[in-house]
């Protein structure tokens, strides 16, 4: 069974940086896609970043070159360095991977099927 923990949350003020950690077990991360996304109080859930299967980064247009996605194979941990914190940025921070297995909350980003999730970690910001 897939588990993604997810640790690294916390409050900091605008201009600061926090680094978000989502290690997995029961899955191989190799080759695999993994993301993050977030949720805002009262939004939808959004993507951050990712990684494809390929190992190519990409980041949602609102990152602007503050985040940095990492991921470790040998470690089977995905990070988030992120730099230059605003307000906006406040929410839970979520993993997601792509397993291929059955799931109760499935989010398509890229034609890419995020399908586990870890239970969030929370990141405030304030101004």
């Known amino acids: 069974q897939v588990k993604l923990v997810e640790s690294g949350g916390g409050s900091v003020q605008a201009g600061g940086s926090l680094k978000l950690s989502c290690v997995a077990s029961?899955?191989?991360?190799?080759?695999?896609?993994m993301a993050w996304f977030r949720q805002a109080p009262g939004a939808g859930r959004e993507g951050v970043a990712f990684f494809t299967r390929d190992g190519r980064a990409t980041y949602k247009d609102f990152v602007e070159g503050r985040f940095t996605i990492i991921k470790d194979d040998a470690e089977r941990t995905l990070y988030l360095q992120m730099d230059s914190l605003k307000p906006a940025d406040t929410a839970v921070y979520y993993c997601?991977?792509?397993?291929?297995?059955?799931?109760?909350?499935?989010?398509?980003?890229?034609?890419?099927?995020?399908?586990?999730w870890g239970q969030g970690t929370q990141v405030t910001v304030s101004s």
């Open positions: 997601a991977a792509e397993t291929g297995g059955p799931s109760d909350t499935v989010t398509y980003w890229e034609g890419i099927r995020f399908d586990a």
């Open positions: 029961g899955y191989s991360t190799s080759g695999r896609s």
